[in-house]
Structures are given as C-alpha cells and as structure tokens.
C-alpha cells in the first residue's frame, strides 16, 4: 500500500531529493489567518487546572494582534532576523502569542527552566542570545525567576525582558507594556533571505559538555505547518488540548503553532500543563466542556488517563496524537474503551525533524507502527557495521539504523557534530527500526538503549511490554547493568501505582512466566518510589542506566569484605568514553593492598573508574 501522503518519488531504488523552498512566511501565514477566521477561538486559557473556572478566550484576530504587537516591540528595542532570544515561560495566556512573536522578528530559544543554573548558562552561551525574555510567574517550581536570575548575574551582556502576570520587576523591561503601545499591523518583519533563516533554536540532548542546539529554519515551519497540520487533523473545527512544555517541539510545535496556524482550537488547561495533577484528574471534564476532539501527549500522560474514569464515553474526542516512547496495547485498549473507540496515533519525530514527521494515517493505523512518513520526508533503515560513514540500506523487515532527510529535518547543528550524518546527508536518528512491505515504520529501541547479553541484543521493550500487563506497574524502565562476564544483564526498575502492591519476587515471577525471550528475564526487579521523568513526561533512562552501574561496581567491591573502608560509586561524564565511574571513600583511603584488590575486582568491566581523591600509594585505579 502506498502512502497516502508521500509526494516524493523513487527513481531506482533512489531517493530523489527536492530543493527547500517556501510558499509563505510565518507572519504571512498570520495574516491570511486572521482574513479567513478572525472571530473564531484561536486559545482557550484556565490556569488553575479546573474546567469550572472561566475560560479565557482570544479570537484568531486577537490572537495575531497580539502576535504583531509584541513582534513590534521587540524590533522597537533593536532585535532583529539575526538575533537569538531566549525564551522561558510556563504555558501562561499570552505565551503562544509570545512565541509566535519572536519567531516572527528573531530566532525562538527555548530554555528548560527545569535544568541548574549551570546548565542554563551553557545553553544561553552556546546559542548566543542577546535577550532572555521570561514570563514574570512560574507555577512549576519556587526559585525558577531565582535560576534565571542567577543567569543574567553571570551575563551582563544579556538584556533581560518579562511579560505576563506577576510582579514587575524592577530594571527590567515589561514587553506586553510595551506592545501595548504598538500598532495592530506590522511595524517591522524579519528580513533577509526567508528560507534560510534561522526562526527557532532548540536544545535538545544531554545537559553536561557542548550543548546541542538544532536550528530550524522559515522553510522548514512552512512545510511543517502544512503537511504536520494535515496528518494530524489539526484543521478548522478541530479543538486540541495542549498540555507540553514550550521547551519541546511538541508543546510548541504539534499541540501550538501547527494547530493555530491551521485553524483549529487550542485549550490549555493549566499554567502548569500535564505537569499539573488537576489537569490529569480533570481531563475528561475539558474534554466535555470544551468538546476536545484531538489530544496529545506522551505515553506516561495516557497511562495515566487510565487510573482516571470519566462520567460516560467522551465521544467528543476522535483520536490522540502520541509520541516519544512505545505505548503499551493494554494503555490503548482502555482509551479506546473510555472514548466509544478513539484511535490512539502514534508517531515518530525529533527535534532535528521539528517533531512529528511521521505519523500514522487516520483510520489505516497499525497498533505498534508510527507510521508513515509526510510529503517531503524520506527515511530509510540502515546497517553501520560495513560501512560505517554512509551504511547499507537494509530491505523490508530488517532491523537497523533509521535515517532520515527532507524538507522538515535540518541539514545542521548550530556546532559541528561530527558522525551525525551519513555521507550522503542524511541525519542518524540514532533510533533502531525497520520498514515493512507497506513503507509502515517500526520503532524497534535506542541504539544507546539496547541491552548486549554477551553478544545478543535485547530490547528493552521485550522486558517492559509484558510489565505493563501487571495491576500493580504504573511505569517500567529496563536497562542493562553491567557484568564482568556477560557485557551487561537486564534489570527492569519499576514504580507502582498508587496504592498498588507488589513484591519484587512477585513481579520476577510474574515476567518470567511472561517473557519468551530467556535472556531477555531481568536479573532483578527494582521497586523504586518515582521513575525519573522528563520535564516533557518522558522516562530517563540515563539516570537509572547510571544507578544500575554504580550498583554493579559496588556490589563488586563489596564481595572484598574490606570492612574499614566505605566505597560508594558514582557516575560522571567522561569525554573519551561518554561516562566513567568515580569511587568514593568515607574518611581513611584505601592501602596498596586494598587498591590492588578492588583493581582486580573490577578489572573485567569497560567502564573506566578512577579514584575521588587519588590515594598517595597509586595515582589512579584503571580497569
């Protein structure tokens, strides 16, 4: 079956590439918006969480005045196509408008204000911004305005700008203020070459080294706005509840911009988003209010609709738009139970690809699958080993590397990333997957993320799939420890629901009458109170990844009886091996004898280790 949205064609057996263009600009997307809709709800805003309190509305015309305002007032304090703002705002009434506003004059950089100061200072650093423009209230945490504040102290050249509700600040400029004083029509657009332009930075990766900012530029977010809104169905009538942080592609991108831009109507149920439990808990009286037909979220947000039982079938509602992880079938058969037989679309994307570009068709979705790729969008499934700087495509079925290259993937960091194309350009996603028959793509795991049992890889969905089976499991995370024999063994992490019981034994025996695969049976099964989660609802696996290290180097040490000496591990980012280990002593150090001992211990793990503080009898411990 061919894909009933591909506009690109194969000559053979190669993919044909076509030159970036752009029909319209952002701001005159806007303005044709306004002309078509102008007294349709563009935004509905409630802060608290709670669907009984007074919605406040803003019409498509409001909504783009607004837009051409505030854009006039960042060009009135001398910000232009070539500047960076960076942006920190919680999902506050004016903050679509905000953000719509400076990709119109400037380039979009979102901070996740949930990171340490440091970590913010590396990524206002790396991006260039020549404003930090911020919401002057955060509900999601105490001393946000205090990290931000911490940031500016240490970058004077940066001039700091606030908007929306809270207490003015002295010193610094109020914009919606100041927009106030601007016109309704466009005092000044971004010039240059539009195309080009760079209208939004997006960091994305980890938070220690060089950070990872990808540019997205004008052509890309027009064919975006076009062909994402289209595979979405994010389109005039439509109502899509937006609950995803303005840091991730998907708050900003699928839940915001492609539906306002498309028409469709956009609810916010809390200045929090998801991150809100009201919002949780009352999700399903938005949905009857507010007639929501389209929700979006990551897997742990359905999860968690779940435990949540609504009056009577929302038959409002016709599908929901997921992404960022695989989603458990018993997740997708209760939503489909609790909205009289809403689909569940999954889809796949990254920041480098502005989110979502690839998404199942509605109503020729396959459970498991994400789907196919939009018009303009190639990608293929690659093998490394032989060829490591371009690979060689492998055929239907077959399990490899996705790359991927079109009119929505960039074509570069803001930095030099060495390895992170192919020869022949296109972007390694770094996802392992595979093509069906049908063109249908297949997220199989994360190249980083598969666990090597001496020689055979295990997916960690193969652990994690019949976990989810059980009552009592509200998450699952399986990762590999490492071993001195086997290269690493499957643990699964798991957090209950709440209220929910289980024993660990219970939940070992239960996988292991489960899981077919026997290499795939976790070594052990860990019950911890909170599975770390991403500021976007995603499950981190690296911090369990790096707990289930420092716990195979001290169970190692352990096995010594070195009784006078209290080691702890833990884990640092290494620049030559991506991590290392650094073993800790409580008060007397270690003797030459003991060093040479716990040298031994570890010495079949490839993972470096060194020393805290390196004894005076040996410099460094090296496996």
């Not at 073993?583 to 060194?610: C, D, H, Q, W």
Request: aromatic share 6%; glycine share 10%.
């Amino acid at each position: 079956m061919a894909s009933p949205w591909r506009c690109l064609r194969r000559a053979k057996g190669e993919a044909v590439r076509q030159p970036m263009a752009i029909r319209r600009t952002l701001t005159e997307r806007l303005d044709a918006l306004e002309d078509l809709r102008k007294s349709e709800i563009a935004q509905t805003y409630i802060a608290s969480g709670d669907p009984d309190d007074e919605p406040r509305n803003l019409t498509v015309s409001e909504f783009v005045i607004e837009t051409r305002r505030r854009a006039n007032a960042l060009s009135a304090l001398g910000v232009g196509a070539d500047d960076v703002v960076a942006f920190a705002s919680p999902l506050s009434e004016g903050a679509y408008p905000m953000m719509a506003a400076t990709m119109a004059t400037a380039t979009y950089a979102p901070l996740n204000y949930f990171l340490e100061s440091e970590a913010l200072l590396r990524i206002m650093r790396a991006s260039g911004a020549k404003i930090l423009l911020f919401s002057r209230r955060f509900d999601d945490g105490s001393d946000i305005l205090g990290k931000l504040r911490r940031v500016l102290e240490a970058l004077p050249h940066v001039v700091p700008v606030s908007f929306g509700t809270g207490e003015r600040i002295a010193g610094v400029l109020d914009l919606e203020a100041a927009a106030g004083r601007q016109p309704a029509h466009w005092t000044s657009k971004a010039a240059g070459r539009p195309a080009e332009r760079v209208i939004a930075l997006f960091h994305t990766g980890g938070t220690t080294g060089l950070p990872k900012l990808v540019p997205h530029t004008e052509a890309m977010y027009d064919a975006m706005i076009e062909h994402c809104g289209a595979a979405q169905g994010t389109g005039p009538g439509e109502t899509i509840i937006s609950g995803l942080p303005l840091f991730h592609t998907s708050g900003a991108l699928q839940a915001g911009l492609v539906p306002l831009m498309n028409g469709a109507r956009v609810v916010i149920p809390s200045s929090r988003g998801f991150r809100d439990p009201r919002a949780i808990t009352n999700y399903w009286r938005f949905v009857d209010r507010f007639g929501i037909s389209i929700g979006a979220g990551v897997p742990t947000v359905l999860a968690a609709l779940c435990s949540v039982e609504p009056p009577r079938p929302m038959t409002s509602i016709k599908r929901f738009l997921v992404g960022g992880a695989p989603i458990a079938k018993a997740t997708i058969a209760k939503i489909s139970a609790m909205t009289a037989g809403a689909e569940v679309v999954e889809g796949w994307g990254m920041t480098e690809t502005c989110g979502f570009s690839v998404l199942n068709p509605r109503g020729s979705a396959k459970v498991g699958s994400v789907g196919l790729p939009f018009p303009g969008v190639e990608v293929e499934i690659r093998e490394f080993a032989s060829d490591a700087s371009r690979g060689r495509r492998c055929g239907a079925g077959a399990i490899g590397e996705l790359v991927v290259r079109g009119d929505i993937v960039i074509r570069r960091y803001l930095d030099d990333r060495p390895n992170a194309f192919t020869a022949d350009g296109w972007l390694r996603t770094g996802d392992l997957g595979r093509v069906d028959e049908d063109g249908y793509l297949w997220i199989t795991g994360r190249v980083k993320d598969l666990i090597i049992r001496g020689g055979h890889n295990i997916d960690p969905a193969t652990i994690e799939e019949p976990a989810y089976q059980h009552p009592a499991v509200h998450l699952a995370a399986a990762v590999g420890k490492p071993d001195k024999y086997a290269g690493e063994l499957p643990v699964l992490y798991v957090q209950l629901r709440p209220g929910a019981e289980a024993s660990q034994q219970d939940l070992a025996d239960f996988l292991l009458e489960r899981i077919v695969e026997r290499a795939a049976v976790p070594k052990s099964v860990i019950i911890v109170p909170e599975i770390p989660m991403s500021g976007v609802g995603k499950i981190l696996k690296l911090p369990l990844r790096r707990k289930a290290i420092a716990a195979a180097f001290e169970e190692e040490i352990k096995r010594l009886s070195i009784e006078r000496l209290h080691i702890r591990a833990a884990i640092v980012d290494d620049p030559v091996s991506g991590e290392a280990v650094v073993l800790n002593t409580s008060g007397e150090k270690p003797n030459l004898g003991e060093l040479a001992m716990v040298a031994a211990a570890l010495a079949g793990f490839s993972i470096p280790y060194r020393w805290a503080e390196a004894p005076d009898v040996m410099p460094r411990g090296e496996p």
